[in-house]
């Protein structure tokens, strides 16, 4: 065989891999409800720190709900930018647990986005999840609020890991595994996770428990990636409750927010999922059919 044949031959193969891997990464975020659209903001401004990481890479953003790109509209955007030869599609959730959003509402509009456009390939890449790299980020958060209260013993220090909460209790057991990550790696004695809605327990029945055990003061550490609508919910009950203990000292840590761990976090979904050894376990592997 010779030279010129399989120059040829490899060349042939590149445009091949080129037009095969031409991609869109989606990001889908769950969406807030504040008046002031920040947590939304904050999204978008994640966004473009990690596009800086991945230059010549197109990396769109799109949400669940109260945001104005909604995940189908962002599906055929996306689809769009791909063009007429079609491609591959990252959908990469921006979200923490596996609850209702990861385990339905977005890979039925996976499904339904599949039918349409039979040309585009649609990878479906796993939710955040319970990670060593959001253990850092909270233990980060944490430290942080140990510092504005001058270092106290973290034996006697509380800590509620507070996250939104959710109908799954898959879900909410990874909450409480995030919380047991933090007592295992961590001097503090007094940890225990809570939810600001849907499930149990709640915030003020943690802060009575956490009394009763005895915590000379108590750290509210949000499990939240952005600001929004709870966590300004969060801020109140906080004033409310330092009233209520007026011998605890109470205050509210920083949530996740656009840390490097969460950028580190994505670069790895981005992978298993364009490699393909890791993908959401929720996909629906076939098109919706109508009835």
């Not at 990001?27 to 994640?46: F, I, K, M, Q, Y």
């Not at 253990?135 to 980060?140: M, P, S, V």
Request: hydrophobic fraction near 40%.
């Amino acid at each position: 065989m010779g030279t010129g044949y399989r120059e040829r031959g490899f060349c042939d193969t590149l445009r091949e891999q080129r037009r095969v891997t031409k991609e869109v990464v989606l990001l889908v975020a769950h969406g807030t409800r504040d008046p002031g659209n920040e947590g939304n903001r904050e999204v978008e401004a994640l966004t473009e720190l990690w596009r800086a990481r991945h230059s010549g890479v197109s990396i769109r953003v799109c949400w669940i709900e109260h945001a104005p790109v909604l995940l189908s509209q962002g599906l055929e955007q996306a689809v769009a930018e791909l063009g007429d030869e079609g491609g591959r599609l990252l959908v990469l959730p921006l979200i923490l647990n596996a609850a209702g959003h990861v385990k339905h509402d977005i890979p039925q509009a996976i499904a339904a986005a599949r039918e349409r456009h039979p040309d585009v390939e649609f990878r479906y890449g796993c939710h955040l999840g319970t990670t060593d790299q959001l253990l850092k980020a909270l233990r980060y958060r944490l430290h942080q609020a140990m510092v504005e209260l001058a270092m106290p013993d973290p034996r006697t220090t509380g800590v509620v890991v507070l996250a939104h909460g959710a109908s799954d209790i898959e879900a909410t057991g990874e909450v409480a595994k995030m919380a047991h990550w933090i007592f295992e790696t961590t001097r503090h004695e007094l940890v225990l996770p809570a939810f600001t809605d849907v499930c149990f327990p709640r915030l003020e029945q943690v802060v009575q428990r956490l009394d009763l055990l005895g915590a000379s003061q108590l750290i509210v550490l949000p499990y939240y990636l952005f600001t929004g609508r709870l966590i300004k919910r969060i801020q109140r009950q906080v004033e409310r409750l330092t009233k209520q203990y007026p011998n605890r000292v109470i205050v509210q840590a920083d949530y996740i927010g656009a840390h490097e761990q969460l950028l580190d976090l994505l670069d790895l979904r981005l992978r298993q999922c364009r490699e393909g050894n890791a993908r959401s376990p929720y996909d629906v592997p076939t098109p919706l059919r109508s009835a």
